[in-house]
């Protein structure tokens, strides 16, 4: 049974994917970012985080432990001088995998960037990420604005006035020209009307 066993075999004995791991780390405390597969960069960062822990201690002890898994001399002078102290107040998630949507020519393979986390590059919670919504905030009008408003309604009252004044002149003097046309009009039929029937007669 299988109990237990974690960890991936990617296709490969302890002792290659040991050397695979240490690689990788390697290349990510030098350059603080490397593009790789899926499944390796996840594999990494396991190993990543543990070391980086070590160097947070930055005793003897664990610059040789350190020293016995990774070969390499500038990488653990990196990690101990430079990575230990930056992430000296940080509790864990030195590193995070991010998903490239392009994968891998050839065999099609899901790629992924593995890179180190810098304090400041990505908001603590989701809802810092949004910017805050400004408050609609009641500005004061100055008492000028507020007169010249006053006034304004009285002006107006004013104009409609007259133009009401206006417009009951104008059908005043329509109304005396129709009812002029109407007797005009009667006056000029009853004379046509006389003078047909003093014709008839």
Known sequence: ??????????????????????????ALITHERICTTTPKAKEARRLADRLITFAKKGDLSA???????????????????????????RPGGYTRVLKVGNPRRGDNAEMALLELVKDGDRPKNKGAAKPPKKAAAAKPKPKKKVAAKAKKPAAEAAEAAKATKASKATKASKATKASKATKASKSTKAAGDAKKAKKKS
């Open 1 to 26: 049974m299988r109990h237990g066993v974690d960890g991936r075999k990617l296709g490969r004995k302890y002792s290659q994917r040991k050397a695979l791991y240490k690689g990788l780390v390697i």
């Open 63 to 89: 610059r040789r432990h350190v020293a016995s898994i990774l070969n390499d001399k500038l990488a653990v002078q990196k990690l101990f001088n430079e990575l230990g102290p930056r992430y000296a107040e």
